[in-house]
């Protein structure tokens, strides 16, 4: 359960964080952290019982298994892992596949054409690995492969020059593939962001990381749709900020208005700190008051500002 943030806040803080169980349907995806035990796992297991799969911005467990055609339980058994609401960009994992029959040879495939040549890239101030893969379409093992001389892939320097492979794939929805997805979300976020005085690309950022814009899903905890509000929250904003019912199951508006709402009051809350703001958002505000920005929290903010980057250079959010 949340501890309010003070005396003063025993009436106005939502019952909303990681103490709550708010966990996420929409599997958190942040950083390259956490990929260690898996590669261990991946040298261990023989090449015929499975087949390997890098994690990409944007997917989710029940995408991938559903892209293979085999359960979400065989890729956590196989995988060994702990949670399933967190994998990582970058991780590879093994997806289990039942050994094929004999069969006949097949055609030989077209040769492939050559890919792009390489691109070179000189890292700014503040740039991660992680963050230069997701704004070129890449993996972050993609760009460790092409340069050898990275040792320690957390460590990289403002100024030193990377060589980025080319032959990432268009991202669906940019100019050259048709209309950005989710324009009635999109359009919908970026009003309300307007509204209360936001930056559309964080709130974008935020409703992505959350759902991926659907308004469908509904976390085990009950948050529900594309900014994932708890019912006990939709009520606290309806009431004390918004002045009107809202309907956050049904109504897709109400959903974006109330998570949007929500995300202005903890801004103000916390100062005008958007990356305590958004701590509060995933974790709770009283908790983050209380314990500080736990690990698992600062990866959740960093993916979304990730996110928002990748929004504000290509005009659409990253995906598989």
Do not use: C
């Not at 006949?104 to 890919?115: G, L, M, R, V």
């Amino acid at each position: 359960m949340v501890t309010q943030i003070g005396d003063a806040d025993q009436a106005l803080v939502p019952q909303w964080g990681r103490d709550k169980v708010r966990i996420p349907n929409w599997r958190r995806i942040a950083t390259i952290a956490g990929s260690v035990a898996v590669a261990s796992l991946l040298g261990a297991l023989p090449a015929s019982a499975a087949q390997r799969h890098t994690i990409l911005v944007g997917e989710t467990l029940t995408s991938i298994a559903a892209t293979y055609g085999v359960t979400i339980a065989a890729i956590v058994e196989h995988n060994g892992i702990a949670n399933p609401d967190l994998i990582y960009a970058g991780q590879q994992l093994l997806i289990p596949v039942d050994e094929p029959a004999p069969a006949e040879p097949a055609p030989a495939a077209p040769t492939a054409p050559d890919p792009s040549p390489a691109e070179e890239y000189v890292i700014q101030p503040g740039d991660t690995l992680w963050r230069i893969a997701v704004s070129r379409g890449l993996t972050v093992d993609a760009i460790l492969a092409a340069n050898p001389s990275i040792t320690d892939p957390n460590r990289i320097y403002a100024g030193a020059t990377l060589r980025l492979p080319g032959g990432a794939v268009p991202l669906p929805g940019t100019p050259s593939t048709g209309a950005p997805v989710g324009g009635d979300v999109r359009q919908a976020i970026e009003h309300h962001a307007a509204t209360y005085g936001l930056d559309p690309l964080l709130v974008l950022a935020l409703a992505w990381q959350e759902s991926g814009w659907q308004q469908h899903v509904v976390s085990p905890s009950g948050a529900i749709g594309v900014m994932q509000v708890l019912p006990s929250t939709g009520d606290w904003v309806a009431q004390m900020i918004v002045g009107r019912p809202l309907d956050i199951r049904s109504n897709m508006d109400d959903n974006v208005l109330a998570g949007t709402a929500y995300l202005r009051w903890l801004i103000d809350h916390f100062g005008g700190s958007v990356d305590l703001a958004l701590a509060g958002y995933y974790q709770g505000p009283g908790s983050v008051a209380r314990a500080g920005v736990l690990p698992e929290t600062a990866r959740y903010v960093s993916a979304v500002l990730a996110i928002r980057d990748y929004l504000a250079q290509h005009g659409v959010p990253p995906r598989s």
